[in-house]
Every structure is written in structure tokens, then in C-alpha cells.
């Protein structure tokens, strides 16, 4: 995992600063979840430097040269920092964040081993806020989206606006699929009240169960 080589509080001021976050839009950086979604299913090896490697074509590394010195102009903070400050928000975040919702699956596919749990395309992830899907003989049983904690706190107007829109994302999802979705925290690198998460899933999986048994039974 990257740490953030950078001090929290220059990290998080940054971070909130509205002049600098508009050099980190999609448009300027390309869509780094996408990104890492392709070097995942096309490398045979998924690693930091492999991943540091993908993104790092010649086009994004003159990206990222540009974007440092327009941040330096805006902040006035050092090249190091500005340059940490830009690898660790692109790459090394990107990293993180993709490695946790591996871990998680597959700690929870650890439970379940009888299932067969999926990461979701990155498309699937954009139209319907889902990480990972479920199958049990290529039949889906559910999907489900994995957040920090934080996610569940987020309260500012545009948070808000988010979240309304993520869960308006994951109707969509259980009207399209006909299946239950899943909404999964972590705190501290583990799993929020994971017992009530197997509970969840248990219900859901009696409940298939109890369709599939009724569908079999004679008129």
C-alpha cells in the first residue's frame, strides 16, 4: 500500500482547495478507477510498480509536469511536495482504494466459498455504483458497493447530492437485475459490524434458496 508521503495537514489542504482540484477531473487525469480496472484484468501480475508503470505513459507524465507547475504558481509550496502531493492523489490513492475493495471481496467471498464473487467492471461501478457482484453457477445472487466509513457521515450539500444519487443508483441496479445490493462499510481496514453484513447475506441467500425450491415444486 502507498503512504502518503506528505504531511496530513498540507495533504488536506490541498485537497480542499478548489483552485487545485480542477486539475484533477477526468478530462486532466483520465479516469484512474477505469484505469487500474483495465491494468487489473490485463496484467498477470498486479503490483505498484506495474500499476506506477500503466499509468505513467509519456502523454500523463507531461500531464502531471503541467499540473505541478500550475499548483506551484497557486500554492507556492515546494516542487517535492507539489510532486508527492500529485503522485499520491493520482496513483497511490487510486491504488489503495482498488486494493481494499479486493481485500474485502475476497474476505468475504472467504465466508461465502461456495459463491463466487466478482469485481464489477468499472462501467458497471460508473451506472450503478456497484463493486462487486455475486454468483453461485453464473446465476447473481446480489452486488454490492464497498465505502470508508466517512462515506456514512458525509453531510455537506454536495455530499448529499451524491449520496442521493448513489442511492438512486442502486434502485436502478435492484430494478434492473431484480436482485438485492449491498451496502458495505470498512473502518480501520476492516469490515463495519461484519457480523450484520453475514446476516444480510444469509437472508438474501435463504430467501434465493426459498425461490428456487418453490419454482421446482409440482403444481
Known amino acids: 500500500m502507498y503512504i502518503n508521503p506528505i504531511e496530513d495537514k498540507i495533504y488536506k489542504t490541498l485537497n480542499q482547495d478548489k483552485r487545485v482540484n480542477k486539475y484533477f477531473n477526468s478530462k486532466s487525469v483520465g479516469k484512474c478507477m477505469k484505469l487500474i480496472d483495465n491494468y487489473y484484468r490485463l496484467s498477470n ?85 456497484t463493486d462487486f457482484e455475486v454468483y453461485t453457477k453464473d446465476t447473481l445472487v446480489f452486488g454490492g458497493q464497498i465505502k470508508p466509513i466517512s462515506y456514512m457521515y458525509m453531510s455537506k450539500p454536495y455530499q448529499v447530492k451524491a449520496k442521493e444519487n448513489h442511492e438512486k443508483q442502486r434502485l436502478d441496479y435492484r430494478e434492473r437485475f431484480k436482485v438485492p445490493h449491498l451496502l458495505i462499510y470498512y473502518q480501520d481496514e476492516k469490515m463495519y459490524e461484519l457480523q450484520k453484513i453475514k446476516n444480510k447475506i444469509d437472508i438474501i441467500l435463504h430467501y434465493n434458496n426459498a425461490q428456487k425450491n418453490t419454482q421446482f415444486k409440482t403444481p
Open 45 to 129: 501480475e498486479f503490483t505498484m510498480d506495474g500499476w506506477e508503470t500503466f499509468y505513467l505513459t509519456i502523454d500523463r507524465e507531461i500531464r502531471i509536469g503541467e499540473i505541478a507547475f500550475k499548483i506551484k504558481e497557486l500554492t507556492g509550496y515546494d516542487d517535492k511536495t507539489i510532486v508527492d502531493y500529485i503522485y499520491h492523489r493520482i496513483i497511490g490513492q487510486t491504488y489503495n482504494g482498488f486494493v481494499r475493495e479486493m481485500k474485502f471481496i475476497k474476505q468475504l467471498n472467504s465466508f461465502y466459498p461456495n459463491l463466487d464473487f466478482r469485481k464489477a467492471l468499472y462501467e458497471l461501478d460508473e451506472k450503478y455504483f
